[in-house]
């Protein structure tokens, strides 16, 4: 089974502070993902990664950047914390069309 | 624009019922369909996927769904529901491998299982 791993499930930030989600998976997938889930509104893509050092903006990209150094490895950096970004972050890879999520991340930012 | 609908917010049922949920899409062509299932606290997990072929496909979990394309639709049904059952399932749609990165996802519909 395709694993794959967020860094943290909670987290608890203040505004302003620099952000770093990481996720890691373990299947060799090109295709990586990050999204932000909030009530009533769904999954949303924020950034998507094909290729190691390879990365194209979502729907909401503002506020946030990615980096991809190491194909298994995808990384959600929140520049300057804000509150409107307290949600739960959902990192997935791609293989055959499927898509494999991780457990998520509930970031709260006060 | 494409857009996936779950009309219905939240969904409550007895253990032993049966469910349907429902979905729309609106798409260009005839996407890749999927439902996915989050446990409070959880990641997605896939319940079963429509690629092509037999329009009722058969999930993890006893789930099944059927698409009908003539009402842009993939609804997903279960005979008789579990307390384990409750939780919240995700429709979402992607296109065609040309465009197989932008999956669009429902805004979810929470099942909620009453003893």
């Known amino acids: 089974d395709v694993k794959v791993t967020q860094s943290s499930r909670y987290l608890v930030k203040r505004t302003g502070e620099k952000v770093f989600l990481e996720c890691v998976q373990d299947?060799?997938?090109?295709?990586m993902f990050w999204y932000r889930q909030d009530p009533g509104l769904g999954l949303r893509l924020i950034y998507f990664?094909?290729?190691?050092?390879?990365?194209e903006k979502g729907d909401i990209p503002e506020g946030y950047s990615v980096s991809r150094e190491k194909k298994e490895r995808f990384s959600l950096i929140l520049e300057s914390a804000s509150t409107n970004q307290t949600s739960m972050y959902l990192c997935?890879?791609?293989?055959?069309?499927?898509?494999?999520f991780g457990p998520g991340t509930r970031l709260t930012v006060t | 624009a494409q857009s996936v609908t779950q009309p219905d917010i939240h969904i409550t049922v007895s253990e032993g019922a049966s469910l349907e949920l429902r979905c729309n899409y609106s798409?260009?062509?005839?996407?890749?369909l999927f439902w996915y299932v989050q446990s409070p606290g959880q990641g997605l997990q896939l319940l079963l996927k429509y690629f092509s072929g037999d329009t009722l496909v058969q999930g993890i979990k006893g789930f099944e769904a059927e698409f009908k394309r003539s009402q842009s639709s993939f609804n997903l049904r279960k005979p008789s529901v579990h307390w384990s059952d409750a939780a919240e399932y995700f429709c979402?749609?992607?296109?065609?491998?040309?465009?197989?990165?932008?999956?669009?996802f429902g805004a979810g519909t929470r099942l909620f299982v009453k003893a």
């Open positions: 798409y260009g062509a005839t996407p890749y």
């Open positions: 299947m060799d997938h090109e295709n």
């Open positions: 990664s094909y290729d190691v050092k390879m990365k």
């Open positions: 979402a749609v992607e296109g065609p491998p040309t465009g197989g990165f932008k999956t669009i």
């Open positions: 997935a890879s791609r293989g055959n069309s499927l898509r494999n």
